[in-house]
């Protein structure tokens, strides 16, 4: 009877491990929702075997050091509409297989560099409706897979170009209501959008704030004339770009492998604008900037040429070659029309100066006869 006591005890110890009890958990799904509970802190006593967790809509204020160790196969885990203001750099630490996290509608003023390091399989983030200055631009590998990045309505006013160039899968991105300055430093955004635009991504908006000239005027279409302090800089931006392009064009005549080029890539569907999950999915993310760059700075990084600017420049040379293609072909059929031309008269005016000559003298040998025969007769 003890025998049978003791394994019915423990054969319950792992149910009451399996949810936390102000949680529902789906056995079958392995989704556990805490959304809306009043919670403080992270739930204990989660299944190891959980896939999605919903915390969403609690009032939870930070999360600690390897606050997830419990549950290191999660693949969703939305934490929007809290109160989340500071986040420890080893908070995420053992979730490898993570696919979408979402941090929107909460206080995050920074991300710690170290905090996506070990995730390589993110693919939606959702940073939307918090207080971010800017990204570290060291985040970029953990951040190359990513299909949706989610930045609006933070306090970003620039964004580090090598930053995106690393997010070589991203299909949308939103980037609306920032406080962007439009400098030279935003040049290089500029430059990305219009590559990004061209290859079939999805972005939002970007409206400048400052300076007071190109204020509420959508970046991507600021002509490039309106930089006037940033000419230098963006004609740097120009020739990398082209530059960019021809090794881009080598890379992908010869290798297919680890040398190959990042950005040649396959383009996918791109994500409306705005999906998500939770509180904070629905309303999209915005952009991210990075601080503590000189003004007019320029770029090792090789970029993606301006596309459309390139093509009209071979369109419209094509058209001016051809023009004078066509003026030379016509000066040439002139020039040989008129040797042609003149090489005839010459030959019929030589022509008649001899027939001339010859009358001439037939008129002299008669006028020299009639006398004799005049003398004879």
């Given at each position: 009877m003890r025998v049978i006591l003791v394994c019915a005890l423990l054969s319950s110890l792992p149910l009451s491990h399996a949810c936390p009890k102000e949680c529902s958990c789906n056995s079958n799904t392995k989704v556990v929702d805490c959304r809306g509970r009043g919670l403080y802190d992270i739930p204990r006593r989660l299944h190891p075997d959980t896939q999605e967790l919903y915390l969403q809509d609690n009032r939870i204020r930070g999360l600690g050091s390897v606050a997830f160790r419990e549950i290191p196969l999660v693949r969703i885990l939305d934490l929007s509409n809290n109160s989340i203001t500071s986040i420890s750099p080893t908070a995420l630490q053992g979730l490898r297989t993570l696919q979408r996290l979402s941090l929107a509608y909460n206080g995050i003023r920074d991300l710690d560099k170290r905090l996506?390091?070990?995730?390589?399989?993110?693919?939606?983030?959702?940073?939307?409706?918090?207080?971010?200055?800017?990204?570290?631009?060291?985040?970029?590998?953990?951040?190359?897979?990513?299909?949706?990045?989610?930045?609006?309505?933070?306090?970003?006013?620039?964004?580090d170009r090598s930053l995106l160039d690393t997010m070589t899968h991203l299909d949308s991105i939103t980037l609306r209501n920032n406080p962007w300055r439009c400098d030279c430093q935003l040049i290089g955004l500029k430059l990305w959008l219009e590559t990004y635009l061209f290859k079939g991504g999805v972005v939002d908006e970007v409206l400048c704030t400052q300076p007071e000239e190109k204020k509420d005027k959508d970046l991507q279409k600021i002509p490039y004339q309106l930089f006037h302090a940033c000419m230098t800089t963006s004609y740097h931006y120009l020739f990398a770009n082209i530059h960019h392009l021809e090794s881009e064009k080598l890379l992908r005549g010869h290798v297919h492998g680890n040398h190959a080029h990042p950005s040649s890539h396959s383009l996918h569907v791109p994500m409306a604008i705005g999906e998500g999950f939770g509180v904070g999915g629905g309303a999209g993310a915005g952009g991210g900037g990075a601080g503590g760059m000189a003004e007019c700075e320029t770029k090792q990084k090789h970029r993606p040429v301006n596309l459309r600017h390139a093509i009209a420049t071979v369109i419209i040379t094509g058209v001016v070659c051809g023009i004078v293609c066509l003026m030379m072909l016509a000066a040439a059929v002139y020039g040989c029309a008129y040797a042609a031309i003149m090489a005839k008269y010459q030959r019929e005016l030589k022509k008649n100066e001899e027939l001339a000559a010859a009358q001439g003298a037939d008129h002299a040998t008669a006028d020299e006869k009639e006398p004799l025969e005049n003398a004879i007769a």
């Open positions: 996506l390091g070990p995730i390589r399989s993110l693919s939606h983030l959702d940073l939307s409706h918090n207080s971010l200055w800017g990204l570290p631009g060291v985040m970029g590998d953990s951040l190359k897979n990513l299909s949706y990045l989610g930045l609006a309505n933070n306090r970003l006013t620039r964004l």
